[in-house]
């Protein structure tokens, strides 16, 4: 299986500032045949299920607000999340679904300083 | 829009088989993958398997030997049984879709879940 790791564990930023989550996966998950990374972002919230954020490692799914980014290729990614809002205080997984099976971070908690 | 809502029972003792169903509604069923999902109290999420409308299966190796999923194409369902529960099987089960397109494997629409809890 592939291993995702993340970093850090957690992470609190003042409101309106940026906040940057790492993963990087034990092996590549990029496809050189489509140059794309089978990397996603996910967003969850205490008693919710995960929210889909990025997926194609930097593509944003419909809705979801452009201050959130992510970028990286191979093992290393990054999510960036610009002008941090109070919405915002949330758990960020990565995930690769490059090999069955599909595997996750372990999640990085975001909060307000 | 497309709504996935899920149920089944919420406690089980050690050794009975968990069974959850999802039921697709406002959507096509027959162009995703249809995933189970769980995730242990305080822990990050982890993948039990996948089907598809004609019943084709991938499974996590993890749970192969306990694990079965079935649809049911005239009620866009899908259901998911996991035999001999332990304790470690107690967990916030989730189904849902794969639909980012083409061999796209993120999940963009979630179930509500539900809570399982195992103990004697």
């Known amino acids: 299986d592939i291993v995702m790791t993340q970093s850090p564990d957690s992470l609190a930023v003042s409101l309106g500032e940026g906040a940057t989550i790492n993963c990087k996966s034990s092996q590549s998950v990029l496809y050189s045949s489509n140059n794309k990374n089978y990397l996603a972002w996910y967003q969850q919230k205490p008693g919710q299920p995960p929210k889909l954020l990025i997926y194609w490692a930097s593509t944003r799914e419909s809705g979801v607000p452009d201050r959130f980014s992510g970028s990286g290729s191979g093992t290393d990614f990054t999510l960036t999340i610009n002008n941090l809002q109070a919405e915002d205080v949330a758990v960020y997984y990565c995930?690769?679904?490059?090999?069955?099976?599909?595997?996750f971070g372990p999640g990085t908690k975001v909060g307000i300083k | 829009q497309v709504q996935l809502q899920q149920w089944g029972a919420g406690l089980l003792k050690p050794s009975e088989t968990l069974s959850l169903t999802c039921a697709v509604y406002g959507g096509s069923f027959t162009s995703y993958y249809w995933s189970w999902l769980r995730q242990p109290p305080g822990k990050g999420l982890e993948w039990i398997g996948e089907?598809?409308?004609?019943?084709?299966?991938n499974y996590n190796p993890s749970f192969k030997s306990r694990v079965t999923m079935s649809v049911d194409t005239s009620r866009n369902q899908f259901s998911l049984k996991l035999r001999s529960v332990t304790a470690a099987d107690t967990a916030v089960y989730y189904c849902a879709r794969a639909g980012c397109g083409g061999d796209c494997e993120a999940f963009d629409i979630w179930g509500q879940g539900t809570m399982v809890t195992v103990s004697s």
């Open positions: 089907i598809t409308h004609s019943g084709s299966t």
């Open positions: 995930q690769q679904y490059y090999t069955t099976p599909s595997t």
